[in-house]
């Protein structure tokens, strides 16, 4: 798999004030096949974390409004586990410590190599497990089953809880016709009592979301994944 494939549904926020390093920022890291968030200042960075949900945050120090130590203090009671990479003009050790202090996972001094930097950004990642997932793909569709992600076309696509594990039931029995029976209780489990248009309707819901033609009806008998005969762009 390319590095692009490998990377790709990792999310990266840059908040660094200098407007020509953060555009270099941008575009090293989106080269390097991540999804890019960036914003100048702390404040805005921290209003946008919950929706922007990054995996790793590129976080300077010298900022305009707040300092990256308490952005990194404040993104630290939103999300333990998001990392946190400091990068930053000041070098001297104290500023290291109150920098690991306030919640950083790794921390380098401007001028940076930009391949350092992109090899650390996959260490962190991989250490937390995020940029070793392997995606299963048919053609267009490929589904990250650790991270519940979707992409179709190279976009993300929002499925809800029931859709996605429907979905990557029948991906996973992709050789055979699965029976509305046995989807029933392979996701609805076998306790459950409603219809079983039930499966139907959550059928539409995800061609509706994806592709008509990605789910085909096989009449009297059940459904099949039609993922790995699609083209990109259907």
Known sequence: MDKDKEN?????????DDRKIRR???IEVEHAGYDV?????????????????????ILDIMLPDMDGYEVATQVRKLSPDV???????LG????????????ADDYMTKPFDNEELLARIK???RRKHLSISTPVILGPLEIYEEQRRILYNGEE??????????????????????????????????????SDNTVE???????????PDLIKTIRGVGYKIAGDKLEAGN
Do not use: C, H
């Not at 992709?174 to 029976?181: N, P």
């Open 83 to 89: 990392i946190i990479l400091m990068l930053t003009a």
């Open 8 to 16: 790709k549904f990792a999310k990266i926020m840059i908040v660094e």
């Open 24 to 26: 270099l920022l941008e």
């Open 92 to 103: 001297m050790k104290k500023d290291k410590l109150t920098g690991f202090d306030s919640g």
């Open 123 to 125: 260490a962190l990642l």
């Open 37 to 57: 968030v960036s914003y100048e200042n702390g404040t805005d960075a921290i209003e946008n974390f919950r929706e922007d949900a990054p995996d790793l945050i």
């Open 201 to 211: 309707v959550y059928i539409n819901y995800i061609r509706k979301k994806l592709s």
């Open 157 to 194: 696509v929002d499925l809800s809880k029931t859709e996605f594990e429907l979905l990557l039931y029948l991906v996973k029995n992709k050789q055979r016709v699965v029976s509305k029976e046995e989807i029933l209780n392979a996701v609805w489990g076998i306790d459950y009592y409603g």
